[in-house]
Every structure is written in C-alpha cells, then in structure tokens.
C-alpha cells in the first residue's frame, strides 16, 4: 500500500504549516541589510527546498533585494536601514513569487499599498493586516488539503484497483497524487493570473487613460 495515506498528508501539512514566521515575530526595529537578510534567510529558510548539495540556499540575496527595489515593489530603505514594512514585504514576495511573475506581483500590490512613494501613508489595507490576513488563509488551506485527501484518494484507488502487482498500483497511486497536487496548483495559478489580467492591468490601463 502507498504510503502516501491520511496521516502523510497531515504531517506535511504541520511541517509546511510552521515553517511561517508570525507577525508578533517580526522585528520592529530597523535594520540593515544584511542583518535583514539573515533574519529572513534563517527564519524562513526552512520553508525551502534542499538543494542538490543538501543544504538550504539563501531566502533572498543582496542583488535580488535592489532589484525588488529598483523595480518599485520595495520601497527604499531610510539611511539604508530597513524597517517592519520591508520585511513584511519581502515575505510576502518569497510567498508569492513561486507562483506570480514580479510584474504580476507588482500589479497586485500597487493599487492596495503606495509602492513608489513611502512618505504617502494612504492605504487601503496596511502591510500588517494582509501578512497577518495571509497566514491565516494559508492555515485554512492547509487543514481544507488534510481533510480533502481522503476523498481524492478514494478516486485514485478507484483508478487503480485493476493493477493486480502491489508495487506497481502503490507506484500509480503515488504518480497520480502528485498529478492530482500539480492540476490544483496549475488551475490555482491560472485563476490568479487571469484575475490579475482582468482586473488589475485593466484598472491601471483605466488610471493611465
């Protein structure tokens, strides 16, 4: 039998579950850069991958952090020292920048926080509230996926009861799994571009006109 079952599931779930830094956990002081980095870079590290090399690669690099800010999604640092609002930014963009180009993630952020302009303070919803707001979404998710398996395995099962060698139906199930995993991805992905496409660019065409 595949031992991707119920409580597999549900331990990944805890083990990508924790690898968030909560917001009480962010600190409220400013920092430099590289002091910054390394408390990105340690704490939300471990939601990465291992590389080839077996080890953990940096969340985020000095070149990567002047292009965020060159490209307008990050605001400058003040006497090159970053505060709160920096580092709530770079996480959110670590979370969504496995997903969503730099452009989108631009398109997405520009009408709801003030990206080119610091010294404005009007925004619909502050940086805090959607970090906090984000995690708690994510929290949701990963307890619908727990609960959800059940059902998605029972189709699959389905799919592979006719294969009649052990291993090669637990190698099918297995296969379609990830599959199953892959197609939500995709179809998520997708619906979050097309909402970008539709509404976001459209909207700021409409501003520009």
């Not at 099918?172 to 892959?182: C, G, H, K, N, P």
């Not at 660019?201 to 501003?207: F, G, Q």
């Amino acid at each position: 039998m595949t031992e991707i079952n119920q409580d597999f599931i549900e331990q990944s779930v805890k083990k990508l579950d924790k690898a968030d830094i909560a917001l009480s956990a962010i600190p409220n002081l400013p920092l430099y850069m590289e002091q910054m980095r390394q408390f990105i870079n340690q704490e939300a590290g471990g939601a990465k991958r291992t590389d080839t090399e077996d080890k953990i690669s940096d969340v985020f690099s000095k070149a990567m952090i002047n292009n965020y800010t060159k490209a307008g999604l990050l605001n400058p640092p003040q006497n090159k020292k970053y505060n709160r609002d920096h580092i709530l930014m770079l996480l959110l963009i670590n979370q969504l920048k496995n997903v969503l180009t730099i452009h989108d993630i631009k398109l997405l952020f520009e009408p709801i926080l003030v990206l080119s302009n610091p010294d404005i303070k009007d925004v619909i919803i502050s940086i805090e509230d959607i970090y906090d707001t984000f995690l708690k979404i994510k929290d949701d998710e990963y307890k619908d996926a727990g609960r959800d398996f059940a059902e998605k395995f029972k189709i699959i099962k389905e799919k592979t009861q006719h294969i009649a060698d052990a291993d090669k139906q637990d190698l099918a199930e297995d296969f379609l799994i990830v599959m199953t995993l892959v197609a939500e991805a995709n179809i998520a992905k997708r619906l979050a571009e097309d909402i970008i496409d539709e509404i976001f660019e459209k909207r700021k065409a409409v501003k520009k006109a």
